[in-house]
C-alpha cells in the first residue's frame, strides 16, 4: 500500500545544531508540504513543493530549507536549530492534477525538542 | 490570504449526543475545497470529511455531517451519537485547489462517558 512516511519520529538535539526531517511518500504525489504544530496555532505552512526542483516558502519558513531532487522525498533542514523550533512537524503529499480531490495525506509527524 | 476560524478552543459532549463544532473561513475565491481532520492522541491527523465548495449538497459520513453555508462561509461540523473513540482535537482546513491547505487553530472535543 502506498503511504508517507517520516523519520525520525523523535528527535532532541541542541541549540545551534543542524538538522533534517526525512520525509518519503510513495503515493507518486507531485505535491508536498511541511507544517508545524504548535499548541494554539494549529498547523502552519513552513515549505512546500510542487515537484522537482521546485520549492516554495510558507507562512514560517525562516530558519528552515528544503529540496527536491527526487519525487518520493522532501527533507527538511533546520539550519541552525533554535528552542522556538521545538514542535511536532508534519510531512503530507498531494495530487497536482485540476479535477482531483486535492486531498492531503499526512505523515504520522515527528516530536522534535531542541535543547 | 485566506483564514480558517475555529472559534471554540474545547467543546464537550456526552456519549450518544450530538455536539456541533464551529468552523468560518474568509476567501475570495468560488471553486475551493473545505476539510474537517481529526487528531486524536496519537497524533495521525485522519481526514473526516471533505466538502466541494460547488456543491449545494452538505457532505455526509455516517455519523459526521457538515453544515456548509457558502454565503456565510460558514462550514460547521456535527457529530451524531457521539462515542468515547471521538475524542479527539479536529481541525478545519481549506484549499484552494492544489495549493496547501490553511487550517483552524483547533477545537479540542472531549467526550464524556
Known amino acids: 500500500d502506498a503511504e508517507i512516511t517520516q523519520s525520525p519520529r523523535h528527535k532532541i538535539t541542541e541549540t545551534g545544531r543542524q538538522v533534517t526531517l526525512a520525509c518519503h511518500q510513495t503515493w507518486n504525489h507531485n505535491n508536498m508540504f511541511w507544517y508545524r504544530q504548535d499548541l494554539g496555532h494549529g498547523l502552519r505552512l513552513i515549505h512546500y513543493s510542487y515537484g522537482v526542483q521546485d520549492t516554495n516558502k510558507g507562512e514560517v519558513s525562516d530558519g528552515y530549507s528544503v529540496s527536491r531532487s527526487n519525487t518520493e522525498d522532501l527533507p527538511l533542514t533546520l539550519e541552525s536549530a533554535a528552542s522556538s523550533q521545538t514542535s511536532v512537524y508534519f510531512c503530507a503529499s498531494s495530487e497536482g492534477q485540476r479535477g482531483s480531490s486535492y486531498e492531503q495525506y499526512f505523515g504520522p509527524g515527528t516530536r522534535l525538542t531542541v535543547t | 490570504a485566506q483564514t480558517v476560524t475555529q472559534s471554540q478552543p474545547e467543546m464537550s459532549v456526552q456519549e450518544a449526543e450530538t455536539v456541533t463544532l464551529s468552523c468560518t473561513y474568509d476567501?475570495?475565491?468560488?471553486?475551493?475545497?473545505l476539510f474537517w481532520y481529526k487528531q486524536p492522541p496519537s497524533r495521525q491527523m485522519i481526514l473526516v470529511i471533505r466538502q466541494e465548495a460547488y456543491k449545494q449538497q452538505n457532505a455526509t459520513e455516517n455519523r459526521f455531517s457538515v453544515n456548509f453555508q457558502k454565503a456565510a462561509k460558514s462550514f460547521s461540523l456535527k457529530i451524531s451519537d457521539s462515542q468515547l473513540g471521538d475524542a479527539a482535537m479536529y481541525f478545519c482546513?481549506?484549499?484552494?485547489?492544489?495549493?496547501?491547505?490553511?487550517f483552524g487553530k483547533g477545537t479540542r472535543l472531549s467526550v464524556i462517558a
Open positions: 476567501t475570495s475565491e468560488s471553486d475551493y475545497y
Open positions: 482546513a481549506y484549499r484552494f485547489r492544489d495549493t496547501p491547505l490553511v
